[in-house]
């Protein structure tokens, strides 16, 4: 027979492998570096970005507070009191489906920020010009696509920037948006420090799924299933280019957002950015 006390111990470690099985199966479905999260103030060494969605429909916690991240010129939500959403994509190549993405954005009047790295500027020049011409933001990824909360040095920090700031210009004759995401969501508070040192706004996300994967794509049902109960006012949402469900479901997605009586606004209506802070 076990005595009370073992009982407890049984109990509380039980509950400790179901916390830690949840966690885990967070941390491989909802985002491409994501952690669990309390809401916690800016860390001071390396983390990956993450999320914990406690109440579908509402915007989730991330693992550093929206106001300690807006210190630091850094944002993951817009603003919670509206039905707007920010969307956005990281483009690390190009794999055939963007210009379908850009249809659908264009069919419904959707802004957007495109968030580049070298190798799509150099290799599909015209979709990155199409992106500008059709007023979206084109933002840095950096020109290497490297862990950039490993750099600690402000001149390599910068040079990684400033590359793809120079790449994009040469292609395309504007000047890149000074809007930055890091690489995997890897961060720091050196890094969020040196970001706004160059006059960049660190824009992370707060609802994604998994769908960078090209061979292992999730189905239009899998994609709804993670992407409609989980919007809330004001997500940024971080989807991939490089996905073929992406590119399939775009158009009928924004609709059904629509549905649901959000709008669509540029990562330049941030009400943090309008109101200086």
Partial sequence: M?????????VLAALTLFVAGSVWLYVQEDGPAAQTAGGAAVPASAVD?????????????????????????????????????????????????????????????APAAFFVVGN???????????????????????????????????????EELASLEALYRETTGQELSKFYRPPQGKYSEENLKQAQALGYTTVFWSLAYVDWYVDDQPTAEAAYAKLLP????????????????????????????????????????????????
């Avoid at 076990?2 to 049984?10: A, L, S």
């Avoid at 996905?243 to 709008?263: F, V």
């Fill in 2 to 10: 076990f005595r009370t006390r073992d009982k407890v111990m049984i």
């Fill in 49 to 109: 970005w993450g999320l914990s969605f406690q109440t579908e429909g509402q915007a989730p916690i991330g693992n550093a507070t929206a106001e300690d991240l807006a210190r630091y010129g850094a944002y993951y939500l817009g603003d919670t009191g509206e039905k707007v959403i920010y969307l956005t994509f990281d483009c690390g190549y190009e794999n055939g489906y963007t210009e379908a993405i850009l249809d659908a954005l264009k069919k419904h009047s």
């Fill in 120 to 158: 799509m500027v150099e290799t599909a020049p015209d979709i990155v010009k199409r992106m500008a011409a059709e007023g979206h933001i084109v933002g840095n990824h950096t020109y290497h696509h490297p862990d950039m909360s490993a750099i600690s040095d402000q001149a390599a920090f910068q």
């Fill in 230 to 277: 989980r919007i809330h006012d004001g997500a940024i949402v971080l989807l991939h280019s490089t996905s073929a469900t992406n590119a399939a479901i775009l158009d009928d997605l924004l609709t059904k957002w629509e549905d649901m009586g959000y709008r669509f606004a540029s990562l330049e209506e941030l009400p943090q950015l309008n109101r200086g802070i």
